[in-house]
């Protein structure tokens, strides 16, 4: 690999082996290899793409709060307790 990857070129790459691949080029590049540097980036890329999909296929979806009840408002605690004298 010379050239930075293309998203397609990396689909076929299993996470293990991705994850692999960006280590090494990230120290490739630390070790001063400027072509390196795009190829690493685009790896970890890729990398964190996939992670954060296979993180949000884990989230369950969230409730929908119960609708509130208008008249809710107008009632009061003692309104159930108290009658009206006969």
């Given at each position: 690999m010379?050239?930075?990857?293309?998203?397609p070129q990396?689909?076929?790459?299993?996470?293990?082996?991705l994850e692999r691949l960006a280590v090494s080029w990230r120290a490739q590049a630390g070790r001063?290899?400027?072509e390196a540097f795009g190829i690493a980036h685009a790896l970890e890329v890729e990398?964190?793409?996939r992670t954060r999909e296979s993180q949000m296929q884990q989230l369950p979806?969230?409730?929908?709060p119960a609708?509130?009840?208008?008249?809710?408002f107008w009632q009061s605690s003692e309104a159930?307790?108290?009658?009206?004298?006969?």
């Open positions: 010379t050239a930075v990857p293309s998203p990396l689909a076929h790459i299993d996470d293990d082996e001063g290899d400027r990398r964190r793409r979806a969230d409730p929908l609708p509130r009840r208008w008249w809710k159930g307790t108290s009658r009206p004298a006969s």
